[in-house]
């Protein structure tokens, strides 16, 4: 079945620098990739995803790539602040979705 | 806007001991899910629904039953509990299937079985 492997477990950045969270899924047909920010005490949210006919996707300070040759997809924040301190999870879906095991991301002031 | 809204927040149980959490959406969504999240694991699936008067299993149902006799509630119940079933449990909801789209999920149940 689909398994998808993230990188890094833990990310800690300076404020204002950029973070990059990778994933990596071994289902070739996987055709759907959310990405989720999961804050303290709350559930995930979405905050951006990539279809598999897209390498490509921003939106203001988040980026999200895909290689499907590769099998991997990266999450890209720019220009980094206090408020994205918070663990983000990748995903992969064909039928089903099967979810990475998080980034906790550590903003340092 | 409440969204997603989980019952309880917080609860304690003794192994062998029965509960039922209780999940109310009010977006008018068809589906669903019940999820767990574990320390270093990702969110897995328990069950979920497609709308209202059905269920179906996901990755982990053992151990767990689901209801879904409205479209806005979907309740999970644990039988008799057991200590692997300590867990922050979650529920979402979805437009279309969550495999597709975006999910909204609620606040979480963070449940610990003695």
């Known amino acids: 079945g689909e398994n998808v492997e993230q990188h890094p477990s833990t990310l800690s950045v300076q404020e204002g620098d950029s973070a990059v969270i990778k994933c990596t899924y071994s289902?070739?047909?996987?055709?759907?990739f959310p990405w989720y920010k999961q804050e303290l005490g709350k559930g995930p949210q979405l905050i951006i995803d990539?279809?598999?006919n897209v390498g490509e996707k921003k939106d203001q300070r988040i980026a999200v790539t895909l290689n499907k040759t590769a099998k991997h997809f990266s999450l890209h924040i720019t220009e980094t602040q206090p408020e994205d301190s918070a663990v983000y999870f990748c995903?992969?879906?064909?039928?089903?979705?099967?979810w990475g095991a998080g980034t906790k991301l550590i903003i340092k002031p | 806007n409440a969204g997603v809204t989980q019952t309880p927040k917080f609860r304690v149980l003794k192994t062998g001991q029965s509960m039922t959490l209780l999940c109310a959406q009010d977006?008018?969504?068809?589906?669903m899910y019940w999820y767990r999240q574990d320390p270093g694991m990702g969110l897995r699936l328990i069950h979920y629904?497609?709308?209202?008067?059905?269920?179906a299993k996901g990755e982990v149902p053992d151990g767990y039953n689901v209801s879904r006799l409205k479209k806005q509630n979907f309740l999970l119940g644990l039988e008799s509990a057991a200590p692997s079933q300590t867990s922050v449990y979650f529920c979402?909801?979805?437009?279309?299937?969550?495999?597709?789209?975006?999910?909204?999920f609620g606040q979480g149940t963070r449940l610990t079985v003695v």
């Open positions: 979402a909801s979805s437009p279309q299937d969550i495999f597709i789209t975006e999910a909204f």
């Open positions: 977006m008018n969504h068809e589906y």
């Open positions: 629904s497609v709308g209202e008067g059905t269920t």
């Open positions: 289902d070739s047909a996987s055709n759907y």
């Open positions: 990539i279809r598999s």
């Open positions: 995903a992969a879906s064909n039928y089903q979705l099967i």
